[in-house]
């Protein structure tokens, strides 16, 4: 089993900068990627961003150019972080961090992220 934790969403204005922060806990040594996701209100959710074990990273074209993750792990946890910059108001969401382990990917429980105009 694995168990994530989210931090770091908030209230920004257009163009500022966020960093999301997720905790991993549990069978870390199991997680192949990790990755964050988004949903909006009234839409699908969607892939944000993923990184590999050996820090291979795949962005939405939406966010390409302005959203950065990296991950790190120590023996008792791993981490997988979202720096996100010039913010727009489409970026407002609920990003969820995920971690996939073979045949079944976890997920946190959300991070509120809003971006005022």
């Known amino acids: 089993q694995v168990q994530l934790v989210e931090s770091g969403g908030g209230l920004v204005q257009a163009g500022g900068s966020l960093r999301l922060s997720c905790a991993a806990s549990g069978s870390i040594f199991s997680i192949n990627e990790m990755g964050w996701y988004r949903q909006a209100p009234g839409k699908q959710r969607e892939l944000v961003a993923l990184i590999t074990r050996d820090g291979s990273a795949n962005y939405a074209d939406s966010v390409k150019g302005r959203f950065t993750i990296s991950r790190e792990r120590d023996r008792s946890k791993a981490m997988v972080y979202l720096q996100m910059n010039s913010l727009q108001p489409k970026d407002t969401a609920v990003y969820y961090c995920?971690?996939?382990?073979?045949?079944?990917?976890?997920w946190g429980q959300g991070t509120q992220v809003t971006v005022s105009s």
């Open positions: 995920s971690a996939s382990v073979t045949g079944f990917i976890h």
